[in-house]
């Protein structure tokens, strides 16, 4: 049996039904058999939980992050990064030493795409998958081929010299990204998949006023300037209404 727990499970006002979920799983000594996935966002670290965790065998732990940097902070508000990367190394940690299979869960954005590069750092040096939920289209006002080709071009460069610093050499395509022997492999690969839309996918600029006007909404309700968290795209954000 495998039962995935969404990420809003883990939000507090959830937990008591998660927690209820768990407990009857272990009283009906499933936890040795069942095997359980859940997703967090990693604003908590529920110390009761976590207990209640300890005693299953098999989980599929997901780690769900955009960036490792404030930017975060205003796309996964009202996340507080420091907690975030606090409890992302907790999890990791908790995770090895059960032997339960863990990966980072992301969505690259026109927003986040330029700062995903550390994410899949922190993946290879713990030896952990990260699953990109493929290439976003919807909502299509956050769609990475917004970004125009100069400003494509730094983040492809950037991921070129990593893969060259780190002396990869392309293998054969791997398709499960929770094997633990090919999972290095599949996180440059999933990198270098990036790259290839960088280069590859032609800008649109048609949704441009819809991006802006996404961005206004979120400033006035939350009171944050994207400009504070992203001062590399201003030039580009007021050159298309900003």
């Not at 969404?6 to 000594?29: C, R, S, T, W």
Request: contains cysteine; aromatic residues 12%; positive net charge.
């Amino acid at each position: 049996m495998f039962q995935t727990i969404g990420q809003k499970m883990m939000l507090p006002i959830l937990m008591p039904a998660f927690e209820k979920i768990l407990n009857f799983l272990i009283n009906n000594d499933m936890n040795k058999t069942v095997t359980l996935g859940f997703t967090t966002n990693l604003t908590v670290y529920p110390k009761k939980i976590i207990e209640l965790l300890k005693q299953f065998k098999y989980l599929h732990v997901g780690l769900s992050i955009e960036t490792l940097d404030k930017l975060n902070d205003f796309i996964r508000w009202p996340s507080q990064i420091d907690n975030v990367k606090n409890n992302l190394d907790n999890f990791v940690e908790l995770s090895k030493q059960k032997g339960w299979v863990v990966s980072i869960r992301t969505t690259p954005t026109l927003l986040s795409v330029g700062r995903m590069l550390p994410l899949y750092e922190y993946a290879l040096e713990k030896n952990i998958g990260i699953e990109a939920c493929d290439f976003l289209y919807e909502p299509d006002y956050l769609k990475i081929n917004l970004l125009p080709k100069d400003l494509r071009m730094p983040i492809v460069q950037d991921i070129e010299n990593f893969l060259q610093n780190n002396n990869y050499q392309p293998q054969e395509k791997v398709l499960n990204v929770r094997n633990p022997s090919t999972v290095k492999d599949y996180v440059y690969q999933d990198l270098i998949s990036y790259k290839n839309y960088l280069l590859n996918e032609p800008h649109d600029s048609t949704n441009e006023k819809k991006f802006i006007n996404f961005v206004k909404k979120i400033e006035n309700n939350r009171k944050q300037k994207i400009t504070d968290y992203m001062p590399e795209y201003e030039k580009f954000f007021r050159n298309i209404g900003y």
